[in-house]
């Protein structure tokens, strides 16, 4: 049967419920099928409808190093069947495998909305596409110097659009003021915005994206904050002021402070080093935050928190490095038990393996520019 005449006989709502129910190795194919089949695969409200039908999926990264060609080979697997808490093991489909040049960081470090960020690179992890983000526009003057900047990557449902925020400092004397830059994937011309911000602030955390906003932690005069940018509007407010007991945290111990999407809400999980604990708050807008859950006896405590799986707040620990197996904890704050998870995903190498996880991946086809 032509193309042609599939397309004439068979209806649009049809063509795309029956792709919808494809797995995505046969979608990659079906792609170079007809131009229409393209466009539904990319289209944002595809891309958004198979995201409510599947599981829970994580999105796994294995790096490993060649220090004699200077690269960083990347692989990427998505796990193929849903996160039970019943399960031992985490069948995972092989996505797609890029090069990096070495001078690029160690990991991956932002995924949204099936993209993931990468240091200076945008990468599909289900294509394998990737693009480089333009220079940034650089403000150095004789009295001041620029300090490392900070990104957060960010996607806009409004407009359908990818977006990275750059927060750059720069020094001069005893004072510092910071530059806002925007830049919009594949908008053109290919270059960076700079857009205003008049509440001064210092950032203290990665970023989070949830429903068109990103959100981090940062400092003001008067103490720690939960700062928030409207990838619409592209404007900045403070989403809540934190407790003093959440400056004492973040400040007197050195374990690792990260946020973490709890279902629809953002969460700060500390995990202390000098006791055996997490202490999981989650942010109201405007309110101070409310702990959700404090609990001890940890295992392995070096493990970073990636993540809650559910409503039940069941947390996900994962290491940074692997050699062999790769492993994930899940701890099930219901029954306050912990289990051990393996990735089905080949990770042999002469070298430290290193990785990271991501949750409530979203396979997406979006072509890259």
Known sequence: MSLRLCNNVVPLDLQTETLRRLPSKSLARFMVVSKSWQEIICSKSFITSRSLTQPLRFLLALQDTDYQTRCINCSFFSSSSPILPSSTSIPTTFLSRIILPLHEPSYPSYHVNGLLNIGEIICNPC???????PE???????????????????YDPVNNEYKVLCITPYVAGHTTTNYFQVFTLGANPKRWRFIDCD???????DGLCIDGFVYYIASLNKGMCLMRFDLNSEKFDVFARLSEKMDTLFFLDEGSKTLINYPGKVAIAIRRFQVPSVELFVVEAGKQEYK?????????????IKGVTNHMSDMIFAPIDSRGEVNVIHHDLHGAS???MKFEAEAKSEREIGSNYFMGYVESYAAIS
Do not use: C, M
């Not at 294509?127 to 983000?133: C, D, I």
């Open 127 to 133: 294509t394998g596409k990737t693009v480089y983000l």
């Open 136 to 154: 940034l526009v650089d403000r150095t003057t004789s009295a001041s110097r620029p300090r490392p900047a900070e990104r957060f990557f960010g």
């Open 199 to 205: 509440i001064p602030h210092t950032t203290w955390s």
């Open 292 to 304: 959700v859950k404090s609990f001890d006896n940890l295992p392995q405590l070096h493990l970073p």
């Open 338 to 340: 912990f289990k051990k």
